[in-house]
């Protein structure tokens, strides 16, 4: 027998390697272990099919269309598409706590009856998938806390991975919470799905708004050290491109600074050719936006695939959904406004979620516009300008745009509105009269509770972030000082079904100092007075509505006599904040 030749053999003893790699890797590997940047080629420039292969595997798309296929029908599409009854949520979980998105998921059940004795009713796990770190590693790019940029519907593994959702999603049906997470935000991270589209898979065509720039205007182009080494564009280079790119959008005549244009390096494709492209982005360069109009429907199939994972796998009872990215990506008609595609595809995905047997929140910051345009279609919107006006007030002591952006909440049902409390900045010391320091437990629980406060005291659903509610204490948790102010509120939020109830009125006794009254569904109302000064004051508030009895829900509160029916008085140290039970009885009052 003639012996094989060496090259031959290597070559055979490749290909089986190949196959096996292909036939036995059945798990989404982590992109951690990508193999060197462009040295996956084969032949004479071109890239390796088992390379294409390993990144569909462990692409979103790819992923989504087994979630697809799987999924039977019958178990999952049993919910009408109509609105459903947001009531059910409000009544259930008027309060809810935000996780955020660098806690791995065996911390977050151990917090789980901690918030659940607090009388928190839900927990926001927000984006549990994995980002896009791995892939965009290099990227010298400042990244915000919580910032979603998904690259992966698996689970995070850095996080816990499928195994740690499984048992915290089973914590949560033990504590009795409910559950929240976000979907694919239309803007995704920098990952397999992108780099396959810009090589020119077939399967993945469609999916960005991808446009290849002509080698001749590759001088107009930021130069590149990568491929993946991605640039925004300016509005001259733009311009510059001429017909490169699409004539300006809706959305370019915004001026939204979060959108614009950026450019990928030097792309070697399946074809063996090299190609620029730029390509739309929301927030970042990192930040792609998906092509949801697109005749190929890679983008639809993606979000669609997320909404069942979110509301019919991982039986979540509310889903985010983020599509700021495509507004305005249409031109605007006469007498219409620069919303598309953002109103349609938030239709259908809202749709999917009720099928699902869930309810929808839009959640992103958003225009008052937009807001109402995005609550013709989810049950749940986050408040518009609320988050941002809170901190300020927190942060300079002024009330006066917080009080404005309140006034105009009421012009909606504000049952639909998600307050939001942004993240308090625990080391930032408050200085007193004197400028000297307070003793750091108090300090911190009371600017923490005062940051929560509000919020606890409006109608509608109430996000506040758990980092202020709970802490870590050995191998337990345990609640926050501000957690344990917040209790009896939190108790009383419930029991009076305030998510239900209606703002009826905001008063500014002074410039630092905010006082508002929700009236109760079953009568009496809930008083919220939050002190933003670095001074003690002792105030009254004339109202206009007769009181009655008053009750203080905030310990180390003291309530004074009152010069009229129609005021109350009380005395706050600096930066703390108060609950007043107004006019009713907690214990007649409650839910049946």
């Not at 007075?529 to 009895?549: D, H, K, W, Y």
Request: aromatic share 6%; glycine share 10%; net charge neutral.
């Amino acid at each position: 027998m003639r012996p094989v030749p060496r090259p031959v053999l290597l070559q055979f003893l490749a290909l089986c390697l190949a196959l096996c790699a292909c036939a036995c890797s059945t798990n989404v590997a982590s992109p951690l272990v990508v193999p060197d940047n462009e040295a996956r080629e084969s032949g004479a420039g071109r890239v390796s099919p088992v390379h294409e292969q390993w990144l569909y595997r462990q692409s979103m798309l790819g992923e989504g269309q087994e979630i697809l296929k799987r999924v039977p029908a019958t178990l999952l599409w049993r919910n009408s598409r109509g609105r459903k009854d947001a009531g059910l949520v409000l009544r259930h979980a008027p309060t809810w706590a935000m996780v955020p998105q660098d806690v791995r998921f065996a911390d977050v059940e151990l917090a789980l009856p901690v918030l659940a004795s607090l009388g928190l009713g839900g927990v926001w796990l927000g984006d549990v998938r994995e980002g896009d770190l791995a892939w965009v590693h290099d990227a010298q790019e400042p990244r915000e806390p919580d910032t979603q940029r998904t690259a992966s519907l698996a689970p995070d593994p850095g996080r816990g991975g499928a195994e740690g959702l499984k048992s915290l999603l089973a914590g949560l049906e033990r504590q009795n919470l409910l559950g929240g997470m976000s979907l694919v935000a239309a803007a995704t991270g920098l990952g397999p799905d992108f780099m396959l589209q810009a090589r020119g898979s077939e399967r993945h065509a469609g999916l960005y708004a991808l446009f290849e720039i002509p080698r001749k205007d590759w001088d107009l182009l930021p130069a590149a050290k990568g491929p993946w080494d991605v640039h925004a564009l300016s509005q001259d280079i733009v311009r510059a491109l001429g017909r490169a790119l699409p004539p300006p959008l809706a959305q370019d005549s915004y001026a939204m600074d979060e959108a614009g244009y950026a450019t990928t390096g030097e792309v070697l494709g399946l074809d063996g050719q090299t190609r620029r492209y730029a390509y739309r982005y929301y927030g970042s360069a990192w930040q792609p936006v998906l092509d949801w109009h697109n005749p190929m429907g890679a983008a639809q199939r993606l979000l669609q695939a997320s909404a069942i994972q979110t509301t019919g796998i991982y039986r979540q009872a509310l889903a985010g959904i983020n599509v700021s990215a495509l507004a305005g990506l249409d031109a605007a008609q006469a007498q219409q406004t620069a919303l598309e595609p953002a109103s349609t595809c938030l239709a259908t995905l809202s749709g999917t979620v009720h099928r699902c047997g869930g309810w929808s929140l839009f959640f992103a910051p958003l225009s008052f516009d937009m807001a109402r345009e995005a609550l013709r279609y989810t049950d749940f919107c986050e408040a518009p300008g609320f988050a941002r006006a809170l901190q300020e007030a927190w942060q300079e002591g002024s009330t006066k745009n917080l009080a404005a952006v309140l006034e105009g909440s009421r012009t909606f049902d504000q049952k639909a509105l998600a307050f939001v409390s942004p993240h308090a900045d625990a080391a930032r010391p408050a200085t007193g009269a004197e400028g000297g320091l307070e003793s750091g437990a108090e300090r911190i629980a009371r600017e923490n509770h005062l940051l929560l406060a509000l919020p606890c005291g409006l109608p509608g659903l109430c996000l506040l972030d758990a980092r202020t509610l709970v802490r870590r204490r050995g191998h337990d948790a345990a609640p926050t000082n501000a957690g344990l102010l917040l209790a009896k509120v939190l108790e009383a939020r419930s029991r009076l079904d305030l998510g239900t109830g209606r703002l009826v009125k905001t008063v500014l006794p002074s410039q630092s100092v905010m006082a508002t009254i929700v009236a109760l569904p079953r009568g009496g109302y809930m008083v919220t007075v939050l002190n933003f000064s670095r001074r003690p004051v002792q105030i009254e508030v004339e109202t206009g509505i007769a009181m009655g009895a008053i009750r203080c829900l905030t310990p180390e509160v003291q309530v004074l006599p009152a010069s009229s029916p129609t005021s109350f008085a009380l005395s706050l140290k600096a930066r703390q904040a108060a609950h007043l039970v107004a006019g009713t009885d907690l214990s007649a009052n409650a839910k049946e």
